[in-house]
């Protein structure tokens, strides 16, 4: 089996090489990661300017850094590496829960991967956007999730893991907060940070967290709101629309 792993957290990531070290064990790992650091960068491409590859080494896997974004990294992994069986990205140093599956960079190289028509996985580590995380209590989960790998999970993993559950994602409400400061040159800027408005739903990746479970969350790349498209079938004509048939929901 040919695996290519990737993340946002870039090159030098200790996460990188714990999940490179894990899929040794089910074949031949080749890496595709940034050059630098590309956390919440979601599903981005480089359109603007041209991408630069550089042979790398993570452990004892082989690959190339790229200074792009981690979709960038897999599109030109996959083109270097003719391809690939499996994609793996993280561990990411830090969750994405919920809401953050849609800024992260980590599940984008996972989606990337899937939009190429190649099976992936997205890892990451709760509380562990320090750097100084012990990945060793995961590593059997991880190895686990390769094994049983369906669809295109996505993997959080608490620090010391008490069970794993699957898990769909948590939608809860966030207000969304902007935090100013000041830099030493008087400029003002700016935080984004969001704030949740109600507790996580029973059976989320969020809840899940909040139980030191490990939570495998299926990702569906088709975004259509089921319900409604089914609405519109039925009566598309009242909104001038034409309806139609196919597949879908
Ligand atoms: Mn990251």
């Known amino acids: 089996m040919r695996i290519l792993v990737s993340n946002d957290d870039g090159i030098q990531s200790p996460g990188l090489l714990a999940l490179a070290a894990a899929a040794e064990a089910f074949g031949t790992v080749r890496v595709a990661a940034p050059d630098s650091e590309q ?3 979601g599903h981005a491409i480089t359109v603007d300017r041209p991408l630069l590859v550089h042979p790398a ?3 004892r896997a082989e690959g190339i850094r790229v200074n792009g974004t981690p979709a960038d990294c897999v599109a030109l992994g996959l083109y270097h590496g003719q391809g690939a069986d499996l994609v793996l990205s993280g561990i990411n140093l830090g969750s994405n829960l919920g809401h953050e599956i849609w800024y992260s960079g980590t ?4 989606r990337q991967a899937a939009l190429l028509g190649v099976r992936a996985a997205a890892f990451s580590l709760i509380g562990a956007e320090s750097g100084a995380a012990d990945f060793t209590p995961s590593i059997p989960y991880v190895e686990k999730v390769i094994r049983l790998l369906v669809e295109q999970p996505a993997l959080n993993l608490p620090p010391e893991p008490k069970g794993i559950v699957w898990t769909r994602q948590s939608v809860r409400a966030y207000q969304g907060r902007v935090i100013l400061g000041q830099d030493p040159y008087g400029r003002t800027h700016y935080w984004l940070t969001a704030a949740p408005l109600s507790e ?3 059976g989320t990746d969020r809840w899940a ?3 030191g479970l490990v939570s495998v969350t299926p990702l569906s790349m088709d975004l259509t709101d089921g319900a409604l ?3 519109a079938m039925v009566d598309a004509s009242a909104l001038g629309f034409e309806a139609i048939e196919g597949e879908g929901g």
Not at 107 to 110: M, T
């Open 229 to 231: 498209w089914r609405a």
């Open 39 to 41: 956390s919440a960068m």
């Open 107 to 110: 599940v984008a190289a996972a």
């Open 57 to 59: 080494r993570v452990g």
């Open 209 to 211: 967290a909040e139980r």
């Open 200 to 202: 996580p739903e029973e």
